[in-house]
């Protein structure tokens, strides 16, 4: 019994549009991760902003 030549094409075509779904999926995590830390930056960044803008507020009411 041979099998024929289109049934290796379709599992090799299977097979790399796996490969290619498993790569892209490891990209995008890393870029979503990347701008979740620019962004926990940014927030941290504004809370010391404020922080500061109210000790110096209380420092002048005082």
Avoid: C, D, F, H
């Avoid at 890393?30 to 902003?49: A, C, F, V």
């Amino acid at each position: 019994m041979t099998i024929p030549i289109w049934v290796y094409a379709v599992v090799a075509g299977i097979v790399i549009s796996a490969l290619m779904a498993i790569k892209t999926g490891r990209e995008e995590r890393m870029l979503e991760m990347e701008n979740i830390e620019k962004e926990g930056e940014i927030y941290l960044t504004r809370l010391e902003q404020e922080k500061e803008r109210r000790e110096g507020e209380r420092v002048t009411a005082e």
